[in-house]
């Protein structure tokens, strides 16, 4: 029995995956408001950090995106040798760099995102009287941040897509999995809405789930 193939080895991959899209989630609805707001003025952005919880709202969902992208990383890697135990696949060999980008540009994004909200957080618990960004830089840092995630979007999408052609070659997962990977990297990639952007999560939750079915059917097979 390989590595892909322990039961330790699937659950742990599928918690990675459930923790992955938890918190991505998590994140997106905290952050909807700033992720909704790309090109708005400088004083929609001002008026939105105004408010208490919209800060703290923003810092956590920060600390969230942050945590999904870490987590993405052993579910990408354990999913690869899942479809893949033997690592010959072409496809697969691609599959274990992508992640890093996606992982790299979602942990970027989290940063620039929740910059200004966590500065603004800072000068409320040490009372500064001055409130750090202002004027254009308070609209730029959010905005670089959802840049940063449309394009780890399209990097998603190139991901999903390998990994749909993946399992429908493998066999491992039921094909509707496959189809639905290619399906969700089409939509990351022709959607202009931003509820897009939960098309790797739901993926990669409905994908965990199937790999703790298969670890239930092995520990019963044992």
């Not at 940063?111 to 004027?135: C, W, Y």
Request: proline residues 4%; hydrophobic residues 55%.
């Amino acid at each position: 029995m390989g590595l892909a193939d322990r039961p330790e080895s699937l659950r742990a991959t599928a918690a990675s995956g459930i923790l992955f899209a938890v918190t991505f989630i998590a994140a997106f609805v905290l952050l909807a408001d700033l992720l909704g707001s790309f090109a708005d003025s400088d004083e929609t952005f001002s008026q939105y950090y105004e408010s208490l919880s919209n800060r703290n709202g923003s810092v956590l969902g920060a600390v969230l995106l942050f945590a999904s992208g870490i987590a993405l990383l052993p579910f990408a890697g354990g999913l690869t040798r899942h479809l893949n135990p033997e690592g010959e696949s072409s496809s697969a060999q691609l599959l274990t760099q992508l992640p890093y980008v996606v992982s790299g540009l979602i942990i970027a994004s989290a940063a620039a995102t929740g910059t200004v909200g966590g500065a603004r957080v800072m000068a409320d618990i040490f009372d500064e009287t001055s409130k750090p960004f202002q004027g254009a830089s308070i609209v730029v840092l959010p905005q670089f941040g959802y840049a940063l995630i449309v394009f780890a979007a399209w990097t998603e999408a190139l991901f999903l897509l390998l990994v749909g052609v993946l399992t429908i070659r493998s066999g491992v997962q039921p094909t509707a999995v496959g189809w639905l990977a290619i399906i969700c990297a089409a939509a990351l990639l022709t959607s202009p809405a931003v509820i897009s952007l939960l098309a790797l999560p739901v993926w990669v939750l409905i994908a965990s789930v199937f790999m703790l079915c298969s670890d239930a059917k092995q520990r019963r097979g044992q």
